[in-house]
């Protein structure tokens, strides 16, 4: 029998179970399986028999999947045969045209089969039969301080990453939960559904990908959620709002991680609406700009930072137990903020080990596999995006900078280059009188510029840095430095082309007027990407390399050097004042230790005169910018105290020839 039978007759056994109290109107035409699947409305025009969609993508209208069950409570779950295996997946795809509410853990006024469907489904959280005493404290704790409740923004309808009270992990390809099993679970009874614990939904989004979505820890943590919320507005009160605007005007533009209209529109409601960490990092971001607000600037007492970042430290560990996308964007803003290393106790966001388990969390969550497919909102698809290049960005230049392996492996890497689509503020008008810090335009070429980059790092890393090349008898010790000269050229060539391609708009020189810059951490990262593949040249010598080799590694690496320390003393107030990353002090450290290595390998006196000289001028373009830039002072004090050969530099620099 078709699958179309089987849905007719599954519904008369259903209607001849109960008692239709009165006439139902006639039912709207069906849709097709695609508008179904893409939420829109099945139109036709005229007599043709495919609808615009189908027609306008050149495929067939098709009606295999049944119509979705009506939303009315029924007694008792449908019996399924065991042998329905066909019945039961198309059920489950049609589950996934159906979601989990934004503020409720489960489908709001829906049966178990109306929603996601899997492991376990509850009953209807807004029936009042159902409604458990623990249920309604925990509603009241989410609400306004005066006790009303409060509802969260309709733009979150139908989000998975972003529910306030459920996470969602992906099911990989080799998870012993197998995607096609957990097609086949039945939701239970209602009954059975009151007395489940463990309330675990499996959320299919497309032929490929399936989630299992579970409810947040009981109502003592949900209390304690609350309880760290009300403490960081605590800490910053009255200026919650006035952080809010700051950071969306300065870091947002060129960092954008965050969906401004959900953030701004959850913030208006509540404060508690976020998950601490995410709302303590935002503070905590947006106050190292407090002088370029006139109401934070002018205020006699400012919020206490150090408070927050123990919050922000502390909320941050208990909020990774329940992987959410704010989750990963508390911790890409906590990892943006400059401490040289042992500044504030040894807080766990400033290591590279808590990078990598931002990289875990973000893949539970799928950000690596490609969305654009899956039933959810399509402002969420382009956050995801965003936030899974953020990570990627993360993860390669924690390695770059830190000397380490990188934890994304490009085979299992399957996001989609950001489009101009993915940021809502390209398309948004400026309101009257707003102050603009940075144009989105900039700010959102800065993003994907950056982005590029990183993929280009990912080849350096490789070629040049991996233990494969580096160790004893490796490929660069095979190749000898003709090799690696040849190996280094191709990237060279790819650097080269990514800076010509880069917009007037992003070059050093384009600053506006009463506006932050922030194309100088772009500059810099390309600039530190030329130098560690010099770095690296100068590593392969050996005392057998002929002369005229030795002569033209050593004269590129200079002039490299000499680029880099004037572009340091090249930056302008709108520069050092703009965001940088958290990899920009190591970067301009980067600089500091070619002019050491160049020194210390050098063959003359006059070599190593030049080579100080250009040490002491990038300590001086640190110095004079460390008071108003963070990242600056910070690589200054990696330079002086980790890079040790630049000590002996300045104290040797003033010998004769």
């Known amino acids: 029998?078709?699958?179309?039978?089987?849905?007719?007759?599954?519904?008369?056994?259903?209607?001849s179970a109960g008692t239709i109290k009165a006439p139902h109107p006639p039912p709207r035409a069906r849709p097709c399986d695609t508008c179904r699947l893409r939420k829109t409305r099945c139109v036709k025009e005229g007599s043709r028999t495919q609808c615009v969609l189908c027609a306008f993508h050149g495929q067939r209208c098709t009606f295999l999947k049944g119509p979705l069950p009506r939303q009315r409570r029924v007694l008792a779950a449908p019996h399924v045969g065991p042998n329905k295996l066909t019945q039961r997946r198309n059920s489950a795809d049609e589950g996934a045209a159906r979601h989990l509410s934004s503020e409720g853990s489960f489908p709001r006024g829906a049966s178990p089969r109306d929603g996601a469907h899997g492991i376990a489904s509850p009953t209807d959280a807004r029936a009042p039969e159902s409604r458990s005493p623990s249920a309604s404290s925990q509603h009241e704790l989410t609400g306004r301080p005066d006790g009303m409740p409060v509802s969260p923004p309709a733009i979150l309808d139908?989000?998975?990453?972003?529910d306030l009270k459920t996470h969602a992990e992906y099911v990989g390809p080799t998870?012993?939960?197998?995607?096609?099993?957990?097609?086949?679970?039945?939701?239970?009874?209602?009954?059975?559904?009151?007395?489940?614990?463990?309330?675990?939904?499996?959320?299919?989004?497309?032929?490929q990908t399936i989630f299992i979505v579970r409810p947040d820890e009981t109502a003592a943590s949900e209390a304690q959620r609350v309880a760290d919320l009300d403490a960081i507005e605590a800490a910053v009160h009255p200026l919650g709002r006035t952080l809010v605007d700051l950071y969306f005007r300065i870091v947002h533009p060129s960092f954008p991680i965050l969906h401004k209209d959900v953030f701004i529109s959850k913030h208006r409601i509540s404060h508690r609406h976020f998950a601490p960490s995410l709302l303590a990092a935002v503070y905590l971001v947006a106050l190292d700009w407090q002088l370029y607000d006139s109401v934070l600037a002018g205020s006699e007492s400012t919020p206490d930072a150090a408070a927050l970042e123990r919050l922000a430290e502390r909320t941050i560990n208990r909020d990774m137990r329940r992987p959410k996308l704010s989750i990963v964007e508390a911790g890409l803003l906590l990892l943006q903020r400059h401490r040289r290393p042992g500044e504030h106790g040894d807080g766990n966001t400033s290591s590279r080990a808590f990078a990598a388990q931002l990289v875990a969390v973000a893949q539970d969550l799928g950000l690596h596999l490609?969305?654009?497919?899956?039933?959810?909102?399509?402002w969420e698809m382009g956050l995801r995006r965003r936030l899974a290049w953020a990570v990627y960005m993360e993860d390669?230049?924690?390695?770059?900078?830190?000397?380490?392996?990188?934890?994304?492996h490009e085979d299992d890497w399957d996001a989609r280059p950001c489009t101009d689509s993915d940021f809502p503020e390209l398309a948004s008008r400026q309101e009257d009188g707003a102050a603009v810090d940075l144009d989105a335009r900039i700010g959102w070429d800065i993003f994907c510029a950056y982005i590029e980059l990183s993929r280009i790092v990912t080849d350096v890393l490789r070629t040049f840095c991996s233990l494969k090349a580096t160790r004893a008898a490796g490929?660069?010790?095979?190749?000898?430095?003709?090799?690696?000269?040849?190996l280094a050229q191709p990237l060279v060539v790819r650097l080269r082309a990514w800076y010509g391609a880069l917009p007037d708009a992003l070059h050093l020189r384009s600053k506006q007027r009463g506006k932050l810059c922030a194309n100088g951490s772009l500059h810099l990262a390309y600039a530190s990407m030329e130098i560690a593949i010099h770095r690296a040249l100068l590593r392969t010598l050996t005392p057998d390399t002929s002369e005229p080799v030795r002569s033209r590694v050593r004269s590129a690496a200079r002039a490299k050097l000499q680029v880099a320390t004037e572009l340091m003393a090249s930056l302008e107030p709108e520069h050092t004042a703009a965001f940088w990353g958290r990899a920009a002090a190591h970067q301009a450290a980067h600089v500091g230790s070619l002019g050491a290595l160049l020194w210390a390998t050098a063959e003359t006196a006059e070599e190593m005169a030049w080579c100080a000289a250009r040490v002491d001028e990038l300590r001086w373009a640190l110095r004079v910018r460390g008071s108003a830039a963070p990242f600056a002072r910070d690589a200054l004090w990696l330079l002086e105290h980790d890079v040790g050969g630049v000590g002996v530099v300045r104290a040797t620099r003033g010998e004769p020839s």
């Open 1 to 15: 029998m078709s699958a179309v039978g089987d849905s007719g007759g599954a519904q008369i056994a259903a209607a």
């Open 370 to 378: 490609d969305c654009s497919s899956w039933s959810i909102p399509a």
């Open 396 to 408: 390669r230049w924690g390695a770059f900078v830190h000397g380490r392996p990188c934890v994304i």
């Open 475 to 486: 490929m660069l010790d095979q190749v000898g430095i003709a090799g690696a000269v040849d």
């Open 175 to 207: 998870d012993y939960r197998d995607p096609i099993l957990l097609d086949l679970h039945r939701p239970p009874s209602t009954q059975a559904a009151r007395s489940s614990a463990a309330r675990e939904l499996a959320r299919r989004l497309d032929d």
């Open 158 to 162: 139908d989000t998975l990453g972003l």
